[in-house]
């Protein structure tokens, strides 16, 4: 008798271990991504002042204010877009909401 006790208890037990926690019927998979902007905006920064050196050197003449400026704004444009796509695919996952 006191071995069926026991493993009735014991069944009890493990039976309470099984059941499911319940989950949302809504739940979304959704694509999180963190610290895209500040890796974007050191991006910039970085392809502004190695384009206007660029843009500097390359620039003939009297035309190196000129070409510093052009080359600064292309190369912000450039490193933004490259270190934003680098830091999604580095930074970002999948969750359920």
Partial sequence: MRNRM????????AAGGLVAAP?????????VCKDVKKKA??????GAVAGGVLGNV???GGAKTEGTI???G???????EIAKNKAKKKR???EYR
């Fill in 41 to 46: 905006t050191n991006g910039t920064v970085i």
């Fill in 70 to 72: 052009i080359g600064a």
């Fill in 92 to 94: 970002c996952h999948y």
């Fill in 74 to 80: 292309v190369g912000a444009v450039a490193g933004h």
């Fill in 23 to 31: 989950v949302p019927a809504e739940a979304k998979r959704v694509l």
């Fill in 58 to 60: 390359v620039a003939g």
């Fill in 6 to 13: 026991v493993a009735a208890l014991v069944f009890a037990l």
